[in-house]
């Protein structure tokens, strides 16, 4: 160390016991450690090590702006604003799978399919989700042909039977799921007391209690977006009755948060690649509206999408049968949009969303199929303040 006049203020006690080399150390990291201690403190900080994480998912954000920060291990913590640190700690937790339709044959559940069933399950266990978010693409590779098709039986009920699976399932209709017949998909609800697609497009609100004397709602817009973007030749040129919805829906929600799912990405990286259409037409009204989250499937990877200016965080979770590592259509979104990717072979990926007052964090989780039991670990986290900023969300908490 050089020299430092701090030094020469030890006390001679001390430089008897010791070397004036020890003093200096001894000093130096007593005034350093006050100082940070004094630092944190006026702040009102933690320093980064003292963040407590449970699952992947941070409780006690560091207050700086929001973004998405890769650390060791592939894990990605989110860091949130400074109400964040003070909003309530009350959640309410669900789960998103996308694309989860197994294959066309026995036992017609790929690997990935059966191992996300698994860890579905674990996972609704230990988050107590309260309902479970579908984008589509739940029967490959030709949907149903009738209500008491076997294949409700083997993808779905027993493909996802653990205990914890048996809540809501809200399901948004998939390009393949076209293929086969609707009327089924929407008729189902009335034999399985969790599948939900009331009609082609539908919208739900959740309610949450933050406290005895307060709540929180949230609405979530399911949208068929085989006919936004015209994914096949017999559908309109264009569904105006569809986009009319949304509008309606949009302007005349009341509800705290608001977010949408839909199987086609708005942007994306992989193999189908960003719809124009939805770029142009449909994130300008989700943002003019204060949507906070637009969860997608399609693409069979993992994805976090955020353009530099729009607040809808935009996730594509369509892992649940076939994952694959291509970024064919990267070109199509500019490298400060993507903050995440990722389709490693043969894992397949889901999604978790703690819903609170004032902040909610999206985790996505891939899954292994290859350990006994499948497994699954954190593969990124990021969490997001509210557009719409009705909570109240920078009272401290008393």
Request: hydrophobic share 40%.
């Amino acid at each position: 160390m050089g020299n430092n006049s701090g030094a020469a203020s030890c006390p001679r006690l001390l430089s008897s016991v010791v070397s004036r080399h020890a003093c200096h150390l001894v000093c130096i990291a007593v005034l350093s450690s006050i100082t940070l201690l004094l630092w944190w403190t006026s702040s009102g900080m933690l320093p980064l090590w003292a963040t407590t994480m449970t699952s992947g998912r941070l409780l006690e954000p560091v207050e700086e702006p929001p973004r998405a920060t890769l650390l060791h291990g592939g894990l990605a913590s989110a860091i949130a604003p400074p109400c964040l640190a003070r909003s309530s700690k009350a959640t309410s937790e669900l789960l998103v799978i996308g694309d989860w339709g197994g294959r066309g044959r026995s036992p017609y559940m790929t690997p990935v399919s059966r191992a996300v069933g698994v860890v579905s399950g674990q996972l609704a266990q230990a988050l107590s989700a309260v309902a479970v978010l579908s984008p589509g693409d739940a029967f490959y590779p030709s949907g149903v042909k009738k209500v008491n098709d076997f294949r409700f039986r083997v993808t779905f009920e027993e493909q996802f039977s653990h205990p914890s699976l048996q809540i809501p399932w809200y399901m948004a209709l998939g390009n393949h799921d076209y293929e086969g017949k609707l009327k089924p998909l929407m008729e189902y609800g009335k034999t399985s007391r969790r599948w939900n697609l009331p009609s082609l497009y539908y919208s739900h609100v959740f309610s949450m209690n933050l406290s005895e004397s307060s709540s929180v709602t949230y609405q979530i817009l399911f949208l068929d977006t085989n006919r936004l973007v015209r994914q096949f030749k017999r559908l309109p040129e264009r569904d105006s009755d569809q986009w009319d919805w949304i509008s309606d829906q949009l302007a005349s929600s009341t509800a705290d948060w608001i977010f949408a799912v839909g199987h086609h990405p708005i942007y994306s990286v992989a193999d189908r690649g960003t719809n124009p259409i939805l770029v142009q037409e449909l994130l300008p009204l989700l943002d003019r509206h204060g949507v906070a989250l637009y969860f997608s499937g399609h693409d069979h990877n993992l994805q976090h999408v955020r353009t530099s200016n729009h607040s809808v965080e935009m996730f594509v979770v369509g892992a649940g049968s076939y994952t694959t590592a291509s970024m064919a259509h990267k070109a199509t979104v500019p490298i400060e949009f993507l903050k995440f990717h990722s389709g490693a072979w043969q894992r397949g990926g889901i999604a978790s969303v703690s819903v609170g007052g004032c902040a909610s964090t999206v985790t996505l989780h891939h899954v292994n199929p290859t350990t006994n039991p499948p497994s699954a670990t954190i593969a990124y986290s990021y969490t997001v303040a509210n557009p719409r900023k009705r909570p109240a969300c920078c009272v401290p908490e008393t």
